[in-house]
């Protein structure tokens, strides 16, 4: 790919907290497809996350929306210039509806495609519940309004930090059909994920972190046929991928959908 037809570049980018800096020379580049980040656990994936749209102060480096300087925006600003973010933990609302999760993102939302009821048809899970508050919801049904409320900005490029988390198998199914759908639709997603099953679903560049940069990039086939990769990339032990390992400790917290 060329310079000119990147649509998200990161070039040298540093970011972290106080005196400690995380994100430490990080380069990437990506256009319309999904692109996996994955790497052990403090490797700074949500640094990196948090930094793109504008949560996180960058301290040195660029980051190029289509061509455009996005780093020193506020993160209302990044989003409006189209990063849309959809955050690890889902940062809901407890007490605002599912509706009213949508509307508040609604207002602020500029293109045509995703709509309220867009959203409704692609998760019927989520109009079922649309009278429900953000508490009341399955983990499921969080992560679906958590990513629900990112389309609703009709963003070229969507930012997700660990979508799988937590996710029932058959939700995981229609996360990776979101986001099949989405590439097939011209939308980037850039998502991290801990979890190198449900990486390699989501999508076929695999980008690795190690201490703040992207080190390596495989092919999902590739990682999922090298344990000696996961190994040195990932932190997987002896269990094999395919039994959907997670590439970190801190994730068998028990399906919650
Ligand atoms: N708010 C914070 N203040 C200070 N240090 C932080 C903060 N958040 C993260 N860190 C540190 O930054 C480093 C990278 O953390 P980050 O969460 O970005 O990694 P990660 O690759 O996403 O890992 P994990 O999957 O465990 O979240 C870690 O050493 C972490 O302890």
Request: charged content about 25%; hydrophobic content about 45%; some cysteine.
């Amino acid at each position: 790919m060329s310079t000119n037809d990147a649509l998200l570049e990161v070039r040298d980018l540093r970011a972290g907290y106080g005196a400690s800096l995380v994100l430490d020379g990080l380069s990437l580049r990506m256009g319309a497809e999904s692109v996996a980040v994955v790497g052990r656990n403090g490797m700074g994936k949500t640094t990196l996350c948090d930094t793109l749209v504008g949560f996180l102060p960058a301290s040195g480096g660029e980051i190029r929306l289509a061509g455009r300087r996005v780093d020193g925006l506020a993160p209302e600003k990044v989003a409006l210039a189209g990063i849309a973010y959809v955050p690890q933990g889902r940062r809901l609302f407890p007490s605002l509806t599912v509706d009213e999760h949508l509307a508040m993102m609604a207002r602020r939302a500029r293109g045509r495609r995703w709509t309220p009821d867009a959203v409704y048809e692609l998760f019927p899970r989520l109009a079922e519940r649309r009278h429900h508050g953000g508490a009341d919801l399955s983990g499921g049904e969080q992560q679906m309004l958590a990513v629900g409320r990112a389309l609703l900005l009709n963003a070229p490029l969507v930012v997700m930090d660990e979508p799988s988390e937590g996710l029932a198998p058959t939700i995981v199914d229609v996360l990776v059909d979101v986001v099949g759908q989405l590439v097939a639709e011209g939308v980037a997603v850039l998502v991290v994920e801990q979890n190198l099953r449900a990486a390699v679903r989501l999508a076929n560049r695999q980008l690795v972190m190690v201490s703040g940069r992207i080190e390596a990039e495989f092919t999902g086939d590739e990682l999922l046929d090298r344990p000696e990769l996961q190994r040195r990339y990932l932190g997987v032990g002896s269990a094999p991928a395919s039994a959907g390992v997670a590439a970190g400790s801190r994730h068998e917290e028990g399906e919650r959908t």
